[in-house]
Every structure is written in structure tokens, then in C-alpha cells.
């Protein structure tokens, strides 16, 4: 047995203690400091093991992943001027972004039935098949862009709020490493929210949010991405990357021929116009 579990079964031992004894004055508030003194113990630990686990096992090809999904989701926000919100069309997006990047990327959609204390439902992630850098084996990486708030509750506990806080909003890892997640947040949610004296939701419960990422219902979408894309919306996006390439490129080399080899007026240019406005202004944009 695990420390953390031995932990959680003390813990639980003294709370029945004290229920068992409330009847009794004079043992009631040395229980009580006992209790509290286990919780706040407690409570450390959980966010020790959580850093721990996050620190963990962090490969190259991990790392690759998640520079390549910030990247392409930092470009999308800034293309469409929004903060971006995590949906089934932007994960095909991403999907065929890591595919062009050269990824073995699919969409996967699990869906559970309902089961004992375990209400039916569903979820989508991408998933990234990539080599072991010593063995060569195939390792399945789980890639989540709305990972954290799959973790947020009513009412939290300081000391829950501080490991979600921790918990990163994107998240790129191997299935063991995110089964130990969610098997300590469970837990320590369950912990929050005994201590609101609330009841854990279904929704919250070990079963239903390991069923989320590791359900064995998985059913992978990684062919047609790009027609499910849009052919239109695919060559809009790489018209406008080129534009932009243009433009970065005008921008590297000031005296290149490409802005007429002279001042604004010579390259066909209004009063009070540079010549970088007159090559977007020849390609139909209004940069004004």
C-alpha cells in the first residue's frame, strides 16, 4: 500500500473515530485538532505527488508535441483576433495541423454506457501515435487542449484550488502518466468537497473521468479530416499563410527590389504610404 492510500485510510479511520464518539464532550475537540491536523498534513502531500507525477516522464517527443499544438493554437487566436474555445472543429483543425506537420495524430471520441453510480457519456481528444526514443515501440500520447477545467468544482478548497492551479491547460502524455492524474485529483476532490459538506457529483467520480481519456469505447477519426475541414476553409488558411510569409519576408529584407528599389512614390505609392502598404495594397489587402 502507497503511502498516499495509507494516508487516506487514516484519515478516514479518525473521521469515523470522531463520529462514532461525538456523544462524548471531552474527547471531542482533541479529535477534532487530531482531524484537522491530518487534513492540513494531508492536503501537502497531494500537491507534492501532483508535482511530482507532472514532472515526470516529460520526453522529446512529448515536448515536440506540445511546442507544435501551442504554436498552431497561438497562430488561430491571433488569425481570428479571439480567445480561442476548445470545440469538435477545432480539435479537427489541430488534427490536421499535426498531421501536416507530420504527426500520426487522430480525434478520438469515447463514449461510456451508464453503469453502477456511473452515469453514460462522452468526450473527444487527439491522440498521437510516436516511437519509444530507445526501443522504437509505438507509445500512444494523449494530447488535451482543454485539460484543466475538466478538473474545476463547486466550491472548491484552498488546497484543491492550488493543485488545479498547477494542473496545465494543455496536456501531452502517455495514458499511465495521466491515469495517476486523475486518480489523485479524484481523490483529492473527493476530499474538497466532503469538507463543503457537499456530495460528490457523478460527473466527478474516478469512473466517470478515467472513462473520459481511457474508456475501451474509443473510435478513432483520423481519415477525412480535411474534407470534414472544409476544402474552402483549407486553401483560404494557406492563402492567407502565404500572405503573411510575404509580408514577413518584406519585412526581413527592406531593400529588396519588392518595394521598387526607391522611396514610396516611385513604387507607385500615395503620400504618407510605405512601400510595405503598397505590396499589401497591390495584393487586395487594406492594412490601414
Known amino acids: 500500500m502507497s503511502s498516499l492510500e495509507e494516508e487516506e485510510r487514516l484519515v478516514q479511520m479518525v473521521h469515523d473515530f470522531i463520529e462514532s464518539s461525538e456523544s462524548s464532550s471531552s474527547s471531542s475537540p482533541s479529535s477534532s485538532k487530531c482531524l484537522l491536523s491530518l487534513q492540513h498534513h494531508h492536503q501537502p502531500s497531494y500537491f507534492l505527488t501532483l508535482q511530482e507525477i507532472l514532472r515526470s516522464g516529460n520526453t522529446e517527443a512529448e515536448k515536440e508535441v506540445l511546442e507544435r499544438v501551442k504554436k498552431h493554437l497561438v497562430m488561430r487566436s491571433r488569425r481570428d483576433g479571439v480567445l480561442l474555445k476548445s470545440s469538435n472543429g477545432l480539435k479537427k483543425w489541430l488534427v490536421r495541423k499535426l498531421k501536416m506537420d507530420g504527426f500520426n495524430a487522430s480525434l478520438c471520441h469515447t463514449s461510456w454506457a451508464t453503469s453502477s453510480g456511473c452515469p453514460a457519456g462522452d468526450y473527444e481528444y487527439i491522440d498521437i501515435m510516436v516511437e519509444d526514443e530507445q526501443t522504437e515501440e509505438p507509445i500512444r500520447l494523449i494530447v488535451d487542449i482543454d485539460f484543466k477545467s475538466q478538473f474545476e468544482l463547486a466550491r472548491p478548497t484552498q488546497a484543491y484550488k492550488e493543485l488545479t492551479n498547477i494542473l496545465p491547460s494543455i496536456f501531452v502524455g502517455q495514458e499511465e502518466k495521466l491515469n495517476k492524474i486523475i486518480s489523485l485529483l479524484c481523490s483529492a476532490a473527493k476530499q474538497s468537497l466532503k469538507e463543503r459538506g457537499l456530495h460528490i457529483p457523478p460527473w466527478r467520480t474516478s469512473t466517470y ?41 518584406m519585412v526581413k529584407n527592406p531593400k529588396r527590389s519588392a518595394f521598387g528599389g526607391g522611396s514610396a512614390s516611385a513604387a507607385g505609392a500615395g503620400p504618407g504610404c510605405s512601400g510595405l502598404s503598397s505590396q499589401f495594397s497591390n495584393m487586395g489587402i487594406n492594412c490601414c
Open 209 to 249: 473521468m478515467h472513462s473520459k481519456w481511457l474508456s475501451a469505447g474509443c473510435q478513432k477519426c483520423s481519415e477525412n479530416i480535411e474534407s470534414a475541414f472544409g476544402r474552402k476553409n483549407i486553401e483560404e488558411e494557406n492563402r492567407s499563410a502565404s500572405v503573411g510569409n510575404v509580408a514577413i519576408s
